[in-house]
């Protein structure tokens, strides 16, 4: 069979992780998945006249129920979706971006939600349509790049190399957009760096919003303590978050966050911003520490530097999580199992 993929393939971003592994899940069963940027598209009609292109796809796939799946309405190829965390959080409170969502999921053969709450969210806009929805949770695949140095990447990043080996990094993950908030926890990160220099706060990730990433730029070079990383590859990135003492995400809203996932499986504990798409896989003192505000997350980030306990529980709760409940195998499984429906 072969599969029409769309996605926003935005390099280095959650996203286009996502994409790319869930199209070697299927081409691992035989099929021909070509993966799209849903930006290369201005309209359905694009989308079909590619569809029906000699030789033709016989079937479609897409992230995102409205940037991806409105795409494919009125395709004559059968097609699936999967949610993405912006359909539920932020493009539902747009009624003509409902209304489109709600055409998309009547036109679908099948839908995916990350999570149980996910699907939650989703039934109180379109529960007619409840019975489509699986729930599959994100796999994860985590490989730290072959000789990387931790001192050459602090450097790079502006941290001073004196005393290295007292430092307590936070790494926070994100595309520079405003939906991800790096700047929410700046001022409060630069008061604490000031009371102590030894923790720090590396931003790192692609450009994805120009203008916002100037903004963040402006603040970070004005703020002590906090530091903007050039993105990295996914290895480099991972060997990274592998070094640092916490995963930060400050995220407003999310579907289900590759990174913090991906810190799970590094044991690396993560401190995270509670909201709906976050607190679904970090379940507090528990699997990762939540925080409601900024304050909040310097005390909970304290406790994690005081209490050896806490961390030492958190980062065995999350590497058990990820094996259990985010397994590559089984995802790619799922996925196999998901794609016979548009035959």
């Not at 000031?194 to 990730?205: A, K, N, W």
């Not at 070079?221 to 990295?232: I, Q, S």
């Not at 640092?244 to 499986?265: K, P, R, T, Y």
Request: net charge negative.
């Amino acid at each position: 069979m072969k599969l029409l993929f769309l996605a926003c393939l935005s390099p280095k971003t959650g996203n286009c992780t996502t994409a790319e592994r869930i199209r070697e899940h299927i081409e691992s069963a035989g099929h021909t998945c070509v993966l799209r940027d849903t930006q290369d598209f201005k309209s359905p009609a694009d989308v079909a006249a590619l569809v029906t292109r000699e030789p033709p796809f016989d079937a479609a796939l897409a992230i995102h129920l409205y940037k991806g799946g409105r795409l494919l309405l009125g395709s004559k190829a059968p097609f699936g979706v999967i949610f993405g965390g912006t359909d539920v959080n932020e493009d539902v409170k747009d009624e003509k971006k409902r209304m489109v969502m709600q055409q998309v999921l009547k036109e679908a053969r099948f839908a995916v939600a990350f999570s149980h709450k996910l699907k939650e969210e989703a039934e109180v806009f379109w529960l007619s349509q409840s019975s489509k929805i699986y729930i599959q949770p994100q796999g994860v695949e985590t490989k730290v790049a072959p000789g990387f140095s931790w001192s050459d990447f602090l450097r790079s990043t502006g941290v001073s190399d004196a005393g290295v080996d007292n430092l307590h990094v936070f790494l926070l993950v994100c595309g520079l957009r405003r939906v991800k908030d790096p700047l929410y926890l700046l001022e409060a990160f630069s008061e604490w760096h000031s009371e102590d220099p030894s923790v720090v706060l590396i931003i790192i990730g692609p450009e994805i919003d120009p203008v916002f990433t100037r903004e963040v730029e402006a603040n970070v070079e004005r703020a002590k303590g906090v530091f903007l990383a050039p993105e990295r590859s996914q290895e480099e990135l991972h060997a990274a978050l592998k070094m640092s003492f916490a995963l930060v995400n400050s995220s407003i809203s999310e579907g289900m966050s590759a990174a913090i996932l991906e810190a799970m499986d590094l044991e690396v504990p993560v401190v995270a911003r509670d909201i709906p798409g976050n607190s679904a896989i970090v379940q507090h003192e528990d699997t990762g520490l939540l925080f409601s505000t900024p304050q909040d997350f310097i005390n909970v980030s304290k406790r994690l530097l005081g209490d050896h306990p806490l961390l030492e529980r958190v980062v065995r709760n999350g590497k058990r999580y990820v094996e259990e409940c985010h397994s590559s195998a089984k995802e790619r499984i799922a996925y196999q199992q998901l794609v016979q429906l548009l035959q």
